[in-house]
């Protein structure tokens, strides 16, 4: 039974359409901060997800945990976080020794704090699902599909069954293919990738340490990220690589042994012997970016907004800061009693803050991926000083590792 169902509120601060990371923890931390909140996800979203693991994780910056945590879920992670301590960035071919030009980053260079974590995917969903269900400052409804109707003076929102809700604003959280973006006849530019993603984990003998390793191969960058360890499995790491999609087609057919193999290939030694563990996903690359992030009363989050290349695992980051941002306008919006929450100049002031920030990070990843990803000796000889040079900056580096930070 939805919230609906047992009498809840019609009438909303806030609707938002999609219950995933970026619109759950958007949800979660509106109603810690008192506004009511309708919550709409095509999906069942029940108190407790399937608790096994699965090999997929999230690489949270530093300033995204401050969001996570006013929205009360990080004290609720049912799995600890991985600190990132260093970051370790390497070019190579599979099956052969990276180059002696590196490039590595030390979180002491910049003070005591790290500089992200690397959260589990059921983690986090478990931790927003039970808040969901725990505060009476949200309304969900779940599964459900809703019309939305915006007019100046506010939204209307009707299930089929012919539940009617109000809100002053309604989010599109609702995934690149977004629904609530179309209907605002939004345009979007795509750019498509010869890649597909592998997302898995592996156990390995020895501990990483903190230590999270983008190792840039011809076929695309290979990641590896620290995760915290299980009693079954001490040493646990997140692997996210790219490659071309006929190669990625068969790796996924390849058994756990064969597979792993494949992956040693690509990983080197340094954390010994390894083993695939969880589920194998794969998925095709592409980045998208709207053309604007609102509309009458709507504004645009995540990935409805924009999609980019995983190369630096910034994707939901770029989402969770929307969030932060729409919410701290939001939260000044009321604190100067301005009580129209989907007032234009509100709008106007989340576009003009999060699209820029979001089309330099579409740019910084594309070009890199276009960089890292080829084979030809002169451009991988050039990338290989590059990376030796800022490795002799201090200065650069610092700036470098307070970006990566979200500072």
């Known amino acids: 039974m939805t919230q609906a169902e047992s009498g809840h509120f019609s009438s909303s601060d806030v609707a938002i359409i999609g219950a995933g990371p970026v619109g759950g923890a958007l949800a979660c931390r509106l109603a810690a901060h008192g506004k009511r ?15 096994d693991f699965d090999g997929r994780a999230y690489a949270i910056a530093a300033d995204c945990k401050k969001l996570l945590e006013e929205a009360g879920l990080w004290e609720n992670l049912p799995y600890p976080p991985c600190p990132i301590l260093d970051i370790k960035v390497t070019d190579g071919k599979p099956g052969a020794p990276p180059s002696p030009l590196q ?32 505060d009476n400052n949200i309304l969900l409804l779940a599964p459900e599909q809703v019309s939305v109707v915006r007019r100046q003076e506010s939204v209307t929102l009707r299930t089929p069954s012919g539940q009617t809700f109000a809100a002053q604003l309604v989010v599109a959280a609702d995934g690149r293919s977004s629904r609530l973006r179309e209907e605002a006849k939004i345009p979007v530019t795509r750019i498509p990738y010869r890649q597909s993603a592998v997302v898995c984990a592996i156990a ?18 290979f990641a590896q990220l620290p995760m915290s360890g299980t009693d079954e499995n001490p040493n646990i790491s997140a692997i996210v690589f790219t490659d071309r999609p006929d190669l990625v087609e068969r790796l996924k057919l390849l058994d756990n042994a064969r597979f792993g193999a494949e992956l040693s290939k690509r990983l080197g030694p340094h ?27 709507l504004a645009l989050v995540g990935d409805a907004a924009h999609g980019i290349h995983p190369i630096a ?17 939001i939260d000044h ?52 000083l590059g990376l030796a040079a800022v490795n002799r900056m201090p200065r650069l580096k610092r700036r470098f590792m307070l970006t990566a930070m979200g500072k």
């Not at 194998?280 to 609102?294: D, F, G, I, K, Q």
């Open 204 to 221: 390995h003998d020895k501990p990483h340490e903190g230590v999270a390793l983008e190792h840039f191969l011809p076929g695309g960058p």
């Open 37 to 51: 909140v309708l919550l709409v996800d095509h999906a069942a979203l029940p108190p407790m997800e399937h608790p």
């Open 313 to 329: 695992g910034q994707g939901l980051n770029l989402g969770l800061r929307d969030a932060a941002c729409l919410a701290a306008l």
């Open 271 to 297: 954390l010994g012997a390894i083993r695939p563990i969880g589920r194998r996903w794969t998925y095709p690359l592409s980045a998208m970016h709207a053309a604007r992030y609102t509309a009458e009363r």
């Open 103 to 134: 490039l590595q980053f030390d979180h002491r260079q910049v003070g005591d704090e790290p500089f992200g974590w690397i959260i589990e995917a059921r983690s986090l969903r478990i931790a927003i699902n039970r808040r969901i269900h725990a």
């Open 333 to 384: 919006a009321q604190d100067d009693h301005a009580q129209d929450l989907g007032a234009a100049e509100l709008l106007s002031a989340y576009q003009a803050e999060r699209r820029p920030a979001n089309l330099a990070m579409l740019a910084a990843t594309d070009i890199l991926d276009r960089l890292f990803s080829t084979n030809q000796p002169l451009i991988r000889l050039a990338r290989d």
